[in-house]
């Protein structure tokens, strides 16, 4: 029986290039709405009996967990290999010690009915709270304890990727949007992924149904009831409308006629073949629809230069989606099925606690050396905003990334718009940056960091090399923003 290829994942996993992903049981389960487990779990017995056999879920997929691991019960029960277990932890931002971080894994491991979780995805909402640091090494001290066999990410970005593996955090997989329409993933991301050999999971690629046959020549929906068809439709908007989905539907239908397959088989085709993907993830609606056999025969498909060719041509008039990956959580556009997030970030507690001395905020991050030297991370006078020189140390004291200038570049600018954010502030409020270099040669990869996290608000900006900085310090960057009257 042909079933989907296994390719490794981190040093102890193989998953399959094909992965049954499970989201919709959120949908399935809105609003209170009931869905019969045991028939779930029937049908996802089925993806799995069918070679489908690595599955992807995550806390807050409604009984997702649940029913994942009825199915690995009743397959080891049976004599059966059970299937692969991919989920995620969501935690809001806050304190990430080691009891939090095992609690959520416990979580995880009680309703999936397991001892050991294969791979344990972490997202993190805001950059600026960098405990997520301290959440990552307590996953990795869970890994050593046996309690998740790989460390994947959600939704991180190429730069905060490369700052972990760079820093020695045994990341596996990030799991991102990657599909026709959305084709961040292949730029940075993919070299970042490719050179530290972490595995590239597509999510989003048949774009919530869209790119699939029946949508060609149908007419723009004007109401959608279900999240991930709500969640893809931003994305067509953002790509340059119905119209265009159509082109690319009509050129995805030409070609897979020449290969006697359905549209939908060329475009998972296509996404297998991008640079570090190692699989996609092709959600299913248990109970509802099992495209499985189909699914099946995408790997027949071995896409010709002229293929590929026409289909580039008809992506290269899809206006790009702006950003990085994951950006569309964190930033304008907000693509998810919800749609703005704005409120959701706003209401997230501060960075780091806030003083009022003298008639003044003042922000502190917890660095030893604040008491110790007398200062403050950050003050507010008015409407400016002093951000001290900061540089690249984590949570316990140590710096981050030693060796790499690029990596303790994105970690420094993200504490300073912590600072700049739990006083009031924003990144468009930054007026004046300063940036100190232990070796002249890093400017370029200090530059690019800076770009990235201060390009919005295009702030005047020093930049100075070849000076003694104290420890492991590769820069040190300080900061003045000015709050605009409302």
């Not at 009509?250 to 699989?279: C, E, F, M, Y």
């Not at 900085?469 to 900061?479: D, F, P, R, S, W």
């Amino acid at each position: 029986m042909q079933t989907p290829p296994s390719t490794p994942l981190g040093q102890s996993v193989k998953i399959r290039r094909m992965i049954t992903g499970l989201w919709q049981m959120a949908d399935q389960e809105r609003d209170g709405r009931a869905l019969d487990l045991d028939a779930a779990a029937e049908s996802l017995a089925r993806y799995a009996r069918a070679g489908f056999d690595t599955f992807d879920m995550a806390d807050h997929y409604g009984s997702a967990e649940c029913v994942a691991g009825m199915v690995h019960k009743a397959m080891r029960d049976a004599g059966e290999t059970p299937p692969t277990i991919l989920t995620k932890w969501c935690p809001p931002p806050g304190p990430m010690d080691a009891g939090t971080v095992r609690a959520g894994v416990e979580r995880a491991l009680d309703r999936l009915g397991l001892d050991c979780i294969d791979v344990m995805q972490f997202h993190w909402w805001r950059y600026e709270d960098q405990s997520y640091i301290d959440a990552l090494t307590h996953l990795a001290d869970l890994r050593a304890e046996g309690l998740i066999r790989e460390i994947g990410l959600t939704n991180f970005d190429a730069a905060h990727l490369r700052m972990l593996v760079t820093h020695g955090v045994p990341i596996a997989s990030n799991q991102v949007c990657f599909s026709m329409l959305d084709r961040r993933a292949r730029q940075e991301m993919a070299e970042v992924a490719q050179a530290h050999g972490v595995a590239i999971l597509a999510f989003g690629s048949m774009a919530g149904g869209f790119l699939s046959a029946r949508n060609l020549g149908a007419p723009e929906p004007t109401e959608i009831s279900d999240w991930s068809r709500m969640k893809y439709k931003r994305f067509i908007d953002t790509a340059g409308g119905w119209e265009r989905l159509q082109s690319l539907l009509t050129v995805l239908d030409g070609v897979a006629r020449r290969h006697d397959v359905s549209l939908s088989n060329i475009v998972t085709a296509w996404t297998l073949a991008q640079p570090g993907v190692s699989a996609c993830i092709i959600g299913t609606r248990l109970t509802e629809r099992d495209h499985s056999a189909d699914n099946l025969r995408a790997l027949s498909v071995t896409l010709t230069t002229d293929d590929l060719a026409e289909i580039e041509q008809v992506l290269s008039t899809l206006t790009p989606i702006p950003g990085d990956c994951g950006d569309e959580y964190r930033k304008p556009p907000f693509l998810t099925a919800s749609g703005d997030l704005s409120h959701h970030l706003d209401a997230l507690p501060p960075p780091f606690p806030v003083v009022t001395r003298n008639g003044r905020a003042h922000a502190d991050s917890g660095s030893i050396w604040e008491e110790k030297a007398g200062f403050s991370r950050a003050v507010r006078s008015g409407s400016r905003i002093l951000v001290s020189g900061t540089t690249a140390t984590a949570p316990d004291g140590s710096a981050i990334c030693p060796g790499d200038a690029g990596g303790q570049a994105t970690f420094a600018f993200d504490k300073v718009k912590a600072a700049i954010l739990s006083l009031g502030g924003r990144e468009e409020d930054v007026v004046r940056t300063r940036i100190y270099l232990r070796h002249a040669q890093d400017w370029e990869a200090v530059s690019a960091a800076h770009a990235r996290a201060f390009g919005t608000a295009r702030p005047a900006n020093t930049l100075i090399g070849g000076v003694d900085l104290i420890g492991e310090y590769l820069l040190e960057v300080e900061a003045e923003a000015e709050i605009a009257p409302s």
